[in-house]
């Protein structure tokens, strides 16, 4: 798609809190090695769906209404 890799931002939801420990596993840096960018990690941000369900309650956001 031509987008800058360095520019792309993956968010993970998630039922378990381990995944938050899980991104910063030296071996979760698939993409990084692929793109040459030592920095780069396979996820950028984890939420626990938990985190997500209190997120849309605090901004009324009901998604069962979402087009």
């Known amino acids: 798609m ?13 039922p378990c809190t381990a995944k938050k420990a899980e991104i910063r596993r030296d071996e979760m840096n698939a993409a990084g090695k ?5 920095d780069m990690r396979d996820n950028d941000y984890v939420l626990t769906t938990k985190e997500l369900v ?3 309650k ?3 956001i009901e998604f069962e209404v979402l087009e």
């Open 34 to 38: 692929y793109h040459g960018m030592e």
């Open 2 to 14: 031509g987008i800058d890799p360095a520019r792309i931002v993956n968010v993970t939801i998630a």
């Open 58 to 60: 605090s901004k009324a």
């Open 54 to 56: 209190d997120w849309a």
